[in-house]
């Protein structure tokens, strides 16, 4: 049973969560099959033309940044995959942190990493708050949490969607507050307070074979007094996105600053369309997301490091550049990054 099940919610279900517009169904093990086998007729994927982008991360302002509290400029590193270090507000942040060789339950199997992280866990500045969106494997990677709940200086705060506080607590993790939908928790930072809620994705979760939906997935809203951040976790495209927008749009007026400063949008592990739609945008979709939610900027986020489906590690940026020039966007306003490296980020 869903313990923490409320009726008057639609995304809740006696026995765990559901999407709001467009209600998940898990695909068959026949779907499965079939997909893997047709990649593996067709040799897919096929390896990157090019090699991902990598720059060596400026660790000395980056500590700096850090430590300079309520002076902090904001700014966003992408580390890998989905795990970005934002800094803001006086808060160093990482969302989905994966560190590990594999994204998988064991050590020997599963996708494995093919680009070392931007920057390793042990030279990161003091982390304040993880963002961990749902509990698939290359979000929620274990020995990377434990790392963090042991980083010198103390632990940082956990927040996560409804029901993963437990699986914290199983590993030691104390500091952790669970979300529902649109539920905030608010934190006192050097540069005022900071706001994070958790918000819907078009998703799922599980980490094994009887735990499908059981546990809430989502992305967050970071609201600081320098910064906007927007992370949209794992998602397909939904009508989530306008709602966000119009809920959000007294706190963002134009003299208020405007919308989010910084997306942080899923690109990639979007092939086979027919299996991966309602759970993973593709460019053209994630161009939409940008829209939706009137982002100043959006970075491009969840490609280049696991070959988790059938497109080619290099593709996602690739088809973004393509749907910035079908849909009018400069460079600037939807950008990718390479591994390890820093945008600072204009101010609010």
Same mark, same amino acid.
């Given at each position: 049973?869903?313990?923490s099940?409320?009726?008057?919610?639609?995304?809740?279900?006696?026995?765990?969560?559901?999407?709001?517009?467009?209600?998940f169904?898990?695909?068959?093990?026949?779907?499965?099959?079939r997909? =893997?086998?047709? &990649?593996?007729?067709?040799?897919?994927?096929?390896?990157?033309?090019?090699?991902?982008? %990598?720059?060596?991360?400026?660790?000395?302002?980056?500590?700096?940044?850090? %430590?300079?509290?309520?002076?902090?400029?904001p700014?966003?590193?992408?580390?890998?995959?989905?795990?970005?270090?934002?800094q803001?507000?006086?808060?160093?942040?990482?969302?989905?942190?994966?560190?590990?060789e594999?994204?998988?339950?064991?050590s020997?199997?599963?996708?494995?990493? #093919?680009?070392?992280?931007?920057?390793l866990? =042990?030279?990161?500045?003091?982390?304040?708050?993880?963002? &961990?969106?749902?509990?698939?494997?290359?979000?929620?990677?274990?020995?990377?949490?434990?790392?963090?709940?042991?980083?010198?200086?103390?632990?940082?705060?956990?927040?996560?969607?409804?029901?993963?506080?437990?699986?914290?607590?199983?590993?030691?993790?104390?500091?952790?507050?669970?979300?529902?939908?649109? #539920?905030?928790?608010?934190?006192?930072?050097?540069?005022?307070?900071?706001?994070?809620?958790?918000?819907?994705?078009?998703?799922?979760?599980?980490?094994?074979?009887?735990?499908?939906?059981?546990?809430?997935w989502?992305?967050?809203?970071?609201?600081?007094p320098?910064?906007?951040?927007?992370?949209?976790?794992?998602?397909?495209?939904?009508?989530?996105?306008?709602?966000?927008?119009?809920?959000?749009?007294?706190? #963002?007026?134009?003299?208020?600053g405007?919308?989010?400063?910084?997306?942080?949008?899923?690109?990639g592990?979007?092939?086979?369309?027919?299996?991966? &739609?309602?759970?993973?945008?593709?460019?053209?979709?994630?161009?939409?997301?940008?829209?939706?939610?009137?982002?100043?900027?959006?970075?491009?986020?969840?490609w280049?490091?696991?070959?988790?489906?059938?497109?080619?590690?290099?593709?996602?940026?690739k088809?973004?550049?393509?749907? %910035?020039?079908?849909?009018?966007?400069?460079?600037?306003?939807?950008?990718?990054?390479?591994?390890?490296?820093?945008?600072?980020?204009?101010?609010?």
């Amino acid at each position: 049973m869903n313990p923490s099940y409320d009726p008057a919610k639609p995304h809740h279900r006696p026995q765990g969560f559901q999407n709001v517009h467009t209600e998940f169904t898990p695909k068959s093990l026949a779907d499965v099959l079939r997909w =893997r086998w047709d &990649a593996s007729r067709r040799g897919l994927p096929p390896p990157p033309q090019a090699p991902i982008p %990598r720059l060596a991360p400026d660790l000395d302002f980056l500590h700096r940044n850090a %430590r300079a509290a309520a002076r902090m400029q904001p700014t966003v590193t992408w580390v890998g995959h989905a795990t970005v270090m934002a800094q803001l507000g006086g808060l160093t942040l990482l969302t989905d942190p994966i560190f590990s060789e594999r994204a998988s339950p064991v050590s020997f199997l599963g996708p494995k990493r #093919q680009q070392p992280p931007g920057i390793l866990a =042990r030279d990161l500045p003091h982390v304040d708050l993880v963002l &961990a969106s749902h509990n698939h494997y290359d979000h929620l990677d274990e020995a990377s949490v434990d790392a963090l709940n042991r980083q010198s200086g103390g632990p940082p705060l956990f927040v996560v969607p409804l029901g993963l506080k437990s699986w914290l607590a199983g590993r030691g993790v104390r500091h952790a507050v669970e979300l529902d939908w649109w #539920q905030s928790h608010l934190l006192q930072a050097p540069a005022g307070d900071v706001e994070v809620m958790l918000v819907p994705a078009q998703h799922w979760s599980a980490r094994g074979l009887t735990d499908r939906m059981t546990t809430l997935w989502g992305g967050f809203a970071v609201f600081a007094p320098d910064c906007h951040l927007f992370y949209a976790g794992d998602t397909g495209y939904s009508r989530d996105f306008t709602d966000m927008r119009a809920r959000f749009a007294p706190r #963002q007026r134009p003299e208020q600053g405007g919308g989010f400063d910084i997306a942080l949008l899923p690109i990639g592990a979007y092939e086979p369309r027919w299996f991966m &739609a309602t759970q993973h945008v593709n460019a053209q979709e994630a161009v939409k997301i940008h829209r939706d939610l009137g982002a100043k900027q959006s970075l491009g986020v969840h490609w280049g490091t696991f070959e988790l489906t059938d497109e080619p590690l290099d593709e996602p940026p690739k088809a973004l550049a393509a749907q %910035r020039r079908a849909q009018g966007l400069s460079e600037d306003e939807f950008f990718v990054m390479a591994i390890g490296e820093t945008r600072v980020l204009r101010p609010r």
